[in-house]
């Protein structure tokens, strides 16, 4: 198993890059080249959710982004250090609650819609979104 790890400061200008590397290394892995727009948008879908969570809470932690190569599979998890709160708790001085959770069932909503295979957990110390695809075993050379 093979692991290529991210990091990167909570600013957009960094979804674009997380979003290369992610279709390179999954090109790599043996994801079909059919399903690399997919995986580059759901990438940028996770990383941008990520970014703006950092952002909203003034977090200055990276953003993580592990590249997992399996033996049959090639999983993506874009984790993020932004603290979750309980439905139908509010937070004082916090008017745009709904707004941003609106925001982020849209982003959820997107990258379900592109991959098949999604896993969302969120804590009080972060959440993780870990995405997987299939891989078609490695071309063997004739000869």
Partial sequence: MATVELRFSALPEHVRTARLVA?????????DEAVLDEVRLAVGEACTRAV??????????PVKVS???EEKQFSIEVGD????IAPGDRVQGSG????DAE???????VISGLVDDV???AGEHGGLIRMTWPTAPP?????
């Fill in 23 to 31: 279709a390179a290394v999954a090109r790599r892995s043996g994801v």
């Fill in 81 to 84: 250090e932004a603290p979750r």
């Fill in 103 to 109: 925001e982020d069932e849209m982003g959820l909503a």
């Fill in 67 to 69: 590249l997992i190569e």
């Fill in 139 to 143: 071309a063997t050379a004739l000869g």
């Fill in 119 to 121: 896993e969302v957990t």
């Fill in 96 to 99: 745009d609650i709904d707004v």
């Fill in 52 to 61: 703006g969570l950092h952002q909203s809470g003034g977090i200055t932690a």
